[in-house]
C-alpha cells in the first residue's frame, strides 16, 4: 500500500452510517421515508417546494446531532500526513468529513450546509432553514433552493475529479453501493490509467466485480486499518 503516491478516495452514504445519518438505499427502498423521486429531483421541488424544503430541512437540522466516526477521523488523519497528491470525493452531503478533519475534499452532490439562490446563482453558507423562504443574503429574491445535486442534475467539480482519476494510481471507494452514476464509473476511469482499486464496504455492492480487491465490513473498522497501512 504504501508504494501508492496519487490517491483518489470516493465515500459514500456507508462511510456516515455509523454516525447515524440514513443511507439512501435502505433495506425498504425508501430514503426516510420518502421515494427518491419525491424528494431528490428538480421535478419534485418544482411540484411541492414545501416538501423539498422540509426534507431538506430536517437533514441539515440532524447535522448537529451527529458527530464524524472513526472513518471520518481517519480520512483527516490520512490528508493531515499525506505527502502525496490526495482528493477525497465525496456523494454525501453532510458535513462530516470537514469536521472529521479532511481538507482535499469536494462535495460533487453539494451540501445541506449550502443555499443556492436561483434567482441571482449566490450560494450561502447556510445553518438554518430555508422551507419558510428567507430572502437571498445577496439579492434579496427569496428563491433560494438546497444546493445539492439532484437527479438529472450534473455534479458538481467533474474537471478537477476526472482530472485526479486521470493520475491517480490508488483509487478507494467506501461505502456506496455504486448504483449512481457518474461516481459509479470512477472505479473504470481509474482501471483504464493502470491505479490499484480497492473498495471498502458493508456487504458487496453493484460495482464490487471491478476493484482488484474488496474488503468487507463496516467502514469505522476498515478506514482507519486501511489508513494505517498506507502511513507505515
Ligand atoms: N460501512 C461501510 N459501508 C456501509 C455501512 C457501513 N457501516 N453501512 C452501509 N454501507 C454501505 C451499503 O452496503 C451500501 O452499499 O454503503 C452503501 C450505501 O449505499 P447508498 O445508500 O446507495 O448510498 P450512495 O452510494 O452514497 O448513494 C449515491 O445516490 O441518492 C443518491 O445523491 C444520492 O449521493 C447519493 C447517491
Redesign the pocket.
Given at each position: 500500500m504504501g508504494s501508492h503516491r496519487r490517491i483518489v478516495v470516493l465515500t459514500?452514504?456507508?462511510?456516515s452510517?455509523?454516525s447515524g445519518v440514513a443511507?439512501?438505499?435502505g433495506p425498504d427502498g425508501l430514503?426516510e421515508g420518502h421515494r427518491?423521486e419525491d424528494v431528490?429531483t428538480p421535478e419534485a421541488f418544482a411540484r411541492n417546494p414545501a416538501l423539498v424544503q422540509a426534507f431538506y430541512d430536517a437533514r441539515r437540522a440532524r447535522l448537529a446531532e451527529v458527530a464524524p466516526n472513526a472513518a471520518h477521523l481517519a480520512l483527516g488523519r490520512l490528508d493531515a500526513a499525506w505527502p502525496g497528491e490526495l482528493l477525497i470525493v465525496t456523494?454525501?452531503v453532510d458535513d462530516l468529513h470537514e469536521r472529521g478533519g479532511a481538507r482535499r475534499l469536494l462535495h460533487m452532490?453539494g451540501e445541506l450546509k449550502s443555499a443556492w439562490c436561483t434567482a441571482c446563482g449566490t450560494r450561502h453558507r447556510w445553518e438554518g432553514p430555508l422551507r419558510h423562504n428567507p430572502p437571498c443574503p445577496a439579492c434579496g429574491a427569496q428563491r433560494l433552493r438546497p444546493d445539492i445535486?439532484w437527479f438529472g442534475e450534473m455534479p458538481y467539480a467533474m474537471d478537477r475529479i476526472l482530472h485526479a482519476l486521470g493520475q491517480c494510481d490508488l483509487f478507494i471507494a467506501?461505502?456506496?453501493?455504486?448504483?449512481?452514476y457518474p461516481?459509479a464509473g470512477f472505479v473504470e476511469t481509474a482501471r483504464e490509467v493502470g491505479a490499484h482499486t480497492v473498495e471498502?464496504?458493508?456487504?458487496r455492492?453493484a460495482m464490487s466485480n471491478r476493484f482488484h480487491e474488496r474488503r468487507l465490513g463496516?467502514?469505522?473498522t476498515l478506514v482507519p486499518a486501511l489508513v494505517e497501512e498506507l502511513l507505515a
Open positions: 459514500g452514504a456507508g462511510i452510517a455509523e443511507t439512501f438505499r430514503w427518491v431528490a456523494q454525501n452532490h445535486v467506501i461505502g456506496t453501493s455504486g448504483q449512481v461516481a471498502l464496504n458493508l456487504d455492492s463496516p467502514a469505522g
